[in-house]
């Protein structure tokens, strides 16, 4: 049995380099604005970031918890685990790219281009100059780009399912990388395979 202490210290390699490099892509996009910073982190809300730390955190020690499994004792199995890893990283890049597509709006402003998330469903508007809006980039000029404008103009709940699906994609990408640089770290410690 591996100790918390022999499994971090084994992160000072490539794993562990790779790991604080993905840990601090969220961070990083709060320190950048405009198109480098919606590349980073999806524009859901700030208020997410953080919790996406703590969960590759958590991630990390869950990939601790697998030394009990009898799978990181075969060559065949941890060669799986990766490349499942990497299965579900496409995935996500994909789901990212049409949720992104979807959902993100860019809008051009005096300090850069703004990126802002919308929902899919408009809500029935009373004002002529939003029922006459030919497309979304009308309605936030018109409107605005804060949270409160883009909720006057479509349904919470579309913000909220088009929010989640953006970042829960984006976790699609970022997870399975640190869980794989995670279990180099623990292959590492644990040594070579018993079975094949």
């Known amino acids: 049995m591996l100790s918390v202490g022999a499994y971090y210290k084994a992160f000072r390699g490539f794993g562990g380099f ?26 859901v809300s700030a ?7 703590l969960v590759i955190f958590a991630l990390t020690f869950a990939i601790f918890a697998c030394q009990y499994f ?4 075969s060559a065949d199995a941890r060669a799986k685990a990766a490349w499942i890893a990497f299965g579900i990283t496409v995935v996500g890049f994909v789901a990212y790219v049409v949720c992104y597509s ?3 709006r860019e809008l051009p402003a005096a300090d850069g281009p703004q990126y ?14 939003l029922r006459d809006a030919s497309d979304d980039y009308e309605l936030l000029r018109y409107r605005g780009l804060k949270d409160a404008d883009i909720e006057s103009l479509w349904t919470f ?24 640089c995670s279990l180099i770290a ?11």
Not at 70 to 73: A, E, N, P, V
Not at 161 to 172: M, P, T
Not at 186 to 196: A, E, I, Y
């Open 186 to 196: 623990l292959f590492t410690v644990m040594g070579p395979t018993t079975s094949p």
């Open 116 to 129: 802002v998330s919308v929902g899919f469903e408009r809500k029935d508007f009373s004002d002529p100059h």
């Open 70 to 73: 009898k799978w990181t004792q």
């Open 157 to 180: 709940p579309s913000i909220v399912i088009a929010r989640l699906a953006l970042l829960l994609s984006y976790l699609l990408i970022l997870l399975p990388p640190v869980a794989g």
């Open 102 to 104: 979807r959902f993100v």
């Open 18 to 43: 790779a790991t604080a490099v993905l840990t601090a892509v969220p961070i990083a996009s709060e320190l950048t604005k405009g198109t480098v910073s919606a590349v980073l982190f999806p524009p």
């Open 47 to 53: 208020a997410y970031k953080l919790p996406t730390v």
